[in-house]
């Protein structure tokens, strides 16, 4: 036999296992192989291939049984810097759809809101704008005496939340609570501008306004602050965020002016009675409520606040729940012609005093011998002005006494003005009004301080006044002091009176 020779041999070795080392691994996936991957001869003879499965330089694998695929695109990826997947199909818990969403019904913020930021710049034009992203709008108020219109957003139950003063309307689509909404904030102010005791944030220009969702579930973002005791010393942190509180109106108080077209008075909560927590509401409000001191109330809504004073805003009558409140105060009519509201102060020039004088008795009265003298309390309680009446008053009429320097003071038609001469103007106090009748003083009222008699012109004795003993309180300045309920005299102007607003000469107390 003919020997081959050995160099033969190799080549042809050689060449076959050339040819098993090329081909598909495609072929292999037919049945059970001698090159199945239990028995590869690349993977235990190879050095060049033998950790290809798994080396991540490798690329995807095309081999069904080399193990678990390093491609990105295969599936649930096992590179620990891939990172949560974004893609909206990919079913991956952070995906677009998975979590937290900007979707419809999202009602959460997104991470890095931005308030933080806008809360802490400085008031004024921005040289860069800050970006608010995936913030939800919790309310949204109109303008209402020197309140401006707007919305607040807010990005957590925790805040921070901020009070944006531009018209909703100006906006596509305009906001409405439950919305999730982006922006860019171009300026912030502060309110009052320059306070020194605390302000507002707001802010007052915005690019970019964009909705990314709606329905958002507010609940989740309200804060229940009733049995928090820091609701006045911690009010920088929860300015304009979505609160919920319960309180009595304080039962001591009367409301006062809160502004145009406002009042408030002290809330006290189970934790706080603190003269810098205040309820505020607008007068429509306070009427269709029918609050009064003593009321106790559950109110939600965003918390307000003017310098270092938290407020409380019932800003619409659905913001507002009644617990209870004290019946009204049961005061019969008085027998006789009263003083029934006195505005001797108002903001800026003083160009709308007035005394209103109420008939509260079933039968017209005849004027005559009647006057009302204005009393200077800082000058011996000596007389100051007197306005002479005539003819009659009839049952429930209004008369309106004023000065000639009230020439902004606006009555109802049909309503008597008389001139009050001798005083230019009715002063701040310590000063006094007295009814005087042909038999003597009627009525008489002090406002600002006690003034407990009054020398009138022409006489020399001192008269004693039996109201002046106490005051009937002070006008701010925005509003009047009214008796409540109207004609109502138990001869106690401190509890007879309340400063109310707005003031209404001529025409019944609120």
């Not at 001698?34 to 003879?45: G, V």
């Not at 997947?85 to 931005?114: E, H, L, Q, R």
């Not at 309110?191 to 605390?198: C, E, L, S």
């Not at 609701?231 to 039962?251: K, M, R, W």
Request: hydrophobic share 40%; proline share 10%; net charge negative.
């Amino acid at each position: 036999m003919k020997r081959t020779p050995w160099r033969t041999l190799l080549t042809l070795s050689t060449l076959l296992l050339a040819a098993c080392g090329s081909s598909p691994r495609t072929s292999n996936d037919g049945g059970p192989s001698a090159l199945d991957a239990s028995m590869r001869i690349d993977a235990s003879t190879s050095t060049v291939d033998a950790g290809a499965p798994m080396d991540p330089d490798a690329g995807p694998s095309t081999d069904p049984d080399a193990g678990p695929s390093m491609d990105p695109d295969a599936g649930p990826s096992m590179d620990p810097d891939a990172g949560p997947s974004m893609g909206t199909d990919a079913g991956a818990p952070m995906g677009t759809d998975a979590g937290p969403s900007m979707g419809t019904d999202a009602g959460a913020s997104m991470p890095g809101s931005g308030l933080s930021a806008v809360r802490a710049a400085a008031p004024g034009m921005l040289a860069r704008s800050l970006p608010v992203r995936g913030v939800t709008v919790t309310y949204v108020r109109p303008a209402l005496g020197d309140d401006p219109e707007g919305f607040f957003v807010q990005a957590d139950a925790a805040g921070p939340a901020v009070f944006v003063a531009v018209a909703p309307s100006t906006l596509s689509p305009a906001p409405v609570p439950g919305d999730v909404v982006s922006f860019d904030v171009g300026a912030i102010a502060d309110a009052p501008p320059g306070g020194t005791m605390g302000v507002q944030r707001r802010v007052t220009s915005l690019s970019g306004y964009m909705r990314s969702g709606t329905s958002a579930d507010l609940s989740r973002l309200t804060q229940e602050i009733s049995s928090r005791t820091d609701v006045v010393s911690a009010l920088d942190s929860l300015e304009s965020e979505l609160i919920s509180i319960t309180g009595q109106l304080e039962p001591t108080m009367a409301f006062a002016p809160g502004g145009t077209g406002h009042r408030r008075i002290q809330l006290t909560t189970a934790s706080v009675a603190d003269p810098g927590l205040v309820f505020r509401a607008p007068d429509a409000v306070i009427t269709a409520l029918d609050l009064r001191p003593g009321c106790e109330i559950t109110v939600t809504a965003p918390l307000w606040r003017f310098g270092a004073t938290a407020q409380v805003m019932g800003y619409d009558a659905a913001d507002v729940t009644v617990l209870s409140c004290p019946p009204p105060i049961a005061c019969p009519p008085a027998s006789h012609l009263v003083i029934n509201e006195i505005d001797y102060d108002q903001t800026g020039v003083d160009a709308a005093e007035f005394i209103e004088l109420y008939n509260p008795t079933s039968a017209s009265v005849n004027l005559a011998g009647f006057a009302v003298v204005h009393v200077n309390g800082a000058s011996g309680n000596a007389e100051l002005g007197r306005a002479t009446l005539t003819g009659t008053l009839a049952p429930g009429a209004f008369l309106v006494v004023a000065t000639s320097t009230a020439t902004a003071l606006v009555v109802p038609s049909g309503v008597t003005r008389v001139a009050l001469t001798g005083s230019t103007s009715l002063q701040n106090g310590p000063d006094a009004l007295v009814l005087l009748g042909p038999a003597g003083v009627v009525d008489a009222v002090a406002y600002e301080g006690p003034v407990a008699s009054a020398r009138f012109t022409g006489s020399m004795a001192s008269t004693a006044l039996p109201e002046g003993m106490t005051s009937a309180g002070t006008d701010a300045g925005d509003g009047s002091l009214q008796r409540s309920p109207n004609g109502c005299d138990t001869d106690a102007p401190s509890t007879n009176f309340m400063l109310l607003s707005p003031a209404t000469p001529g025409a019944p107390t609120r």
